[in-house]
């Protein structure tokens, strides 16, 4: 399953920093076939410390982990919805990415210029929500003109989808995003094909940095501000130090923890966000296990068998005819998958099978 996730924000925010950061430890490109060779383009593992566990109970040769892909996108700038800068770059990057990462600064370095004169995390988040609906508003602004002679032929498609439309518009122009709305599935799917760039999912990434004045440490009153925003919109975030793990790209894990902990971070927020962006995107991992390697497989929460089955081969799919499952606490328990069917936690499921995150399975196909 292909993922991917821009990262967007204002310059000297920390974006790109955060890019070099989390692709330090890319996976194998050739595994990922969704993967490009664009610079701008990370493909990362989400960390999962079930994938260890599993190999050492299988022997496995290779540990395979669940990606997602980052975007690293051009910095936006107030007007990019009208082409200014490399506006119509960005949105066009956006575009043709899952969700949003938009990073947000929350420290004070007088050496780092911020492009609004000031930090001033807050306003940021409004210019880049302002250009992304703008830009939104535009679309849906075409949609409606271009279905004007559907509606003269007595379509009723387009009757409804004008009526939606309109009150979308309504809902863009008072500044709020369109995945705040409020819409049915059914509604959703009526305005898919317009790629709305605020109908993706949003995470807030609050970059600090080290022996800095930041915000939430000082718990300054525009740090209170932004907690409030995030209350109040239900919006998800989470607080990384993008400079510090770019310092420590060369060390290996042990030594990139002893670092941290001299400093008394207890983590660097790179883990915890892609852990996130995993989690916002309504995903989840199954496993595969055995000498060969052990594969964490991606598929949607809610998955049956034979869908998740599609994850490995489509043909599974189709063919699908029943599934050998233990859940990954029972395996770890039992200490094989033999001991785990005598202890009667091996079970087998049909194609109404709902998929639990962590189940180790074994397909049957015909």
Not at 4 to 22: D, E, H
Not at 66 to 76: K, P, Q, S, T, Y
Not at 124 to 150: F, G, H, Q, W, Y
Not at 311 to 329: C, G, M, S
Request: hydrophobic share 40%.
């Amino acid at each position: 399953m292909s993922l991917s996730v821009g990262i967007v924000g204002l310059p000297n925010v920390g974006k790109s920093t955060l890019f070099t950061a989390l692709t330090n430890n890319e996976v194998l490109i050739a595994n990922y076939p969704f993967a490009t060779i664009d610079p701008a383009v990370g493909v990362v593992p989400v960390p999962d410390s079930r994938l260890q566990t599993l190999s050492d109970i299988s022997g496995s040769s290779e540990i395979i982990p669940a990606a997602i892909e980052f975007v690293d996108i051009a910095g936006l700038v107030k007007g990019a919805s009208a082409g200014e800068g490399l506006g119509n770059k960005f949105l066009a990057n956006i575009r043709e990415t899952d969700m949003i990462a938009e990073v947000v600064r929350i420290f004070e370095d007088s050496d780092i210029h911020h492009v609004s004169g000031g930090v001033d995390p807050m306003g940021d988040i409004e210019t880049i929500n302002l250009e992304l609906i703008m830009a939104d508003a535009e679309t849906v602004s075409k949609r409606v003109s271009n279905i004007e002679k559907d509606i003269k032929r007595g379509d009723k498609g387009a009757v409804a989808e004008k009526e939606l439309l309109t009150r979308l518009l309504e809902h863009l122009q008072a500044g709020h995003l369109a995945n705040k709305l409020g819409m049915t599935e059914e509604e959703e799917k009526v305005i898919k094909h317009l790629h709305l760039l605020t109908m993706k999912q949003f995470l807030y990434v609050c970059n600090k940095k080290q022996n800095s004045f930041n915000l939430d440490e000082h718990n300054d009153e525009r740090w209170q501000e932004l907690l409030q925003f995030f209350k109040d919109t239900g919006s998800e975030y989470v607080i990384v130090d993008a400079g510090m793990e770019h310092e420590l790209k060369d060390l290996n894990e042990d030594e990139k923890n002893e670092f941290r902990r001299e400093y008394g971070a207890q983590d660097s927020g790179v883990s915890a966000l892609i852990r996130a962006c995993y989690t916002r995107l309504g995903l989840m991992s199954y496993f595969t296990t055995g000498e060969k390697e052990t594969r964490a497989w991606t598929v949607k929460i809610g998955s049956t068998g034979p869908e998740a089955g599609a994850a490995i081969h489509t043909d599974f799919k189709d063919k699908y005819i029943r599934a050998q499952v233990v859940a990954f606490n029972d395996l770890v328990e039992a200490g094989s998958q033999a001991a785990a069917r005598d202890a009667g936690k091996l079970r087998t499921e049909g194609k109404e099978y709902v998929v639990q995150d962590g189940d180790v399975i074994e397909f049957m196909h015909s």
